[in-house]
């Protein structure tokens, strides 16, 4: 008997350190005990991620790269070039080594020939078809890496509305939520009134109608919310945070430009997108030029120094060099220049069309921007008083009707009145938040 108590005694005094030290592990976050905590993550936040991780930037970027060195390819066609070459020539007749320097000298014949060249070229003149053609690789570099700023400026956009988009649809929720807590407690309420025989039992019904159209609501505002956080983190260029962030912010109406007067103007001086079109123009303009050189003279400069060794070991090497000034001048072609001519003027024509085409469009993009942005100014406004309105309007049904002097059809109204007001207001915030990003964006200053 003393036996068993003590085999017992043991048991138990294991199983209760056995728990203790599950305890302590879960205090440390052991073994599944506590969770981190979903990281927050704000707005100037993820535009850094995007700005890093989003693959429209890196080809930009790639495609920036690659101009510059289109650029680096052009303006070394304008230097000396210098090369160095070896050679080795096996004839079934056999060759001279060298070319007669005086009438009657012998000359050493070999079936094997080893060389070695060192040979120079230079262009002296071109008719300035070589600088035209660097000057314009220049530019088409320049325009290049304000298109890469001006693809910065669209994802910042695009982040910036999906951003604000978010918190509105977070607050929409929140109110769904909210309306869906109250509804719940009024409908206990008419419940209490129903069995003390106060309310009909159509109310009840009613009620939980109400109470369902509420729940399919915030089912569809939930799933609407997950795909715009796959839309952040897909512009932030990461899927694998999809379902891992909340944002913090705030849809505090502030940033209200004072004057818009001139914003046109400022646009154009500041919009990359204007500015990598009129470059491309620029450079254009240039490479018509240089098809109009096509007709010009070319004067080049060639010179070589090397060596020739025969293949017999009983000879030795011979110098060889000489100097080549040549000039060329195209006299018929059968039009291939002309064609070309006019080729490039079309192209600069065609960009001088899209210049004024973008120049229109910016033009409309300010109007809109203005105009979005004094609109959702205003409804913000206007719907900051109707949510005070509508909340004490639902307030007075609910009253009245408890008092047995209102009926369930207009609690039901008022309330779905303030719930409508409530997510105008938050989308109209969201939207004023979102139509300052888009002014910034048209008019090109970054906020």
């Given at each position: 008997m003393v036996n068993t108590r003590s085999f017992f005694f043991i048991i138990i005094s294991i199983l209760l350190s056995f728990s203790a030290e599950l305890a302590s592990a879960a205090d440390f976050g052991i073994g599944g005990g506590e969770q981190l905590a979903t990281p927050s993550y704000t707005l100037e936040k993820c535009l850094g991620i995007a700005m890093q991780g989003n693959p429209d930037i890196g080809q930009k970027s790639w495609e920036s790269e690659a101009s510059e060195a289109d650029s680096a390819?052009?303006?070394s066609k304008l230097q000396p070039a210098l090369k160095l070459s070896g050679g080795y020539l096996h004839s079934v007749d056999p060759q001279s080594i060298i070319k007669a320097r005086r009438v009657?000298?012998?000359?050493?014949?070999?079936?094997?020939i080893f060389s070695t060249d060192l040979s120079l070229s230079y262009p002296l003149y071109t008719g300035k078809r070589l600088e035209k053609r660097a000057q314009a690789a220049k530019l088409r570099a320049g325009a290049q890496r304000q298109a890469l700023e001006f693809t910065k400026d669209e994802l910042s956009y695009l982040v910036t509305t999906v951003f604000y988009t978010i918190l509105g649809q977070n607050k929409v929720i929140e109110s769904l939520r909210f309306s869906h807590q109250t509804l719940l407690e009024h409908r206990k309420r008419v419940h209490e009134l129903f069995v003390a025989k106060k309310a009909a039992k159509v109310d009840l019904l009613r009620t939980e109608v109400r109470i369902a159209e509420l729940q399919q609501r915030l089912i569809k505002d939930e799933s609407n919310l997950g795909v715009l956080y796959c839309q952040l983190v897909n512009l932030m260029g990461d899927m694998n945070l999809a379902g891992k962030i909340e944002i913090a912010g705030d849809l505090e109406i502030s940033g209200m430009p004072e004057n818009n007067a001139g914003a046109y103007d400022l646009a154009l001086a500041n919009r990359e997108d204007y500015q990598a079109l009129k470059?491309?123009?620029?450079?254009?303009?240039?490479?018509f030029q240089a098809a109009r050189s096509e007709r010009q003279p070319e004067v080049s400069l060639r010179a070589s120094y090397g060596?020739?060794?025969?293949?017999?070991?009983?000879?030795?090497s011979e110098e060889v060099g000489e100097v080549y000034l040549m000039a060329s001048m195209p006299i018929f072609d059968g039009g291939q220049i002309s064609a070309g001519i006019r080729r490039e003027n079309?192209?600069?024509?065609?960009?001088?069309e899209s210049l004024r085409k973008l120049a229109l469009k910016i033009r409309l993009d300010v109007e809109t921007a203005i105009?979005?942005?004094?609109?959702?100014?205003?409804?913000?406004?206007v719907s900051e008083k109707a949510v005070e309105q509508a909340n004490e309007s639902f307030r007075i049904e609910r009253e009245k009707y408890e008092l047995g002097k209102g009926s369930i059809l207009d609690v039901l109204d008022a309330q779905n009145a303030l719930l409508d007001t409530q997510t105008t207001h938050y989308r109209?915030?969201?939207?004023?938040?979102?139509?300052?990003?888009?002014?910034?964006?048209?008019?090109?200053v970054r906020q």
């Open positions: 390819i052009a303006r009657g000298d012998p000359l050493p014949f070999e079936h094997d470059l491309k123009l620029d450079a254009q303009e240039k490479t060596n020739r060794w025969p293949g017999s070991r009983n000879l030795g079309a192209l600069m024509l065609a960009q001088k105009s979005n942005l004094k609109s959702a100014a205003a409804r913000e406004e109209a915030k969201a939207e004023f938040k979102i139509a300052l990003a888009a002014f910034s964006m048209a008019t090109g």
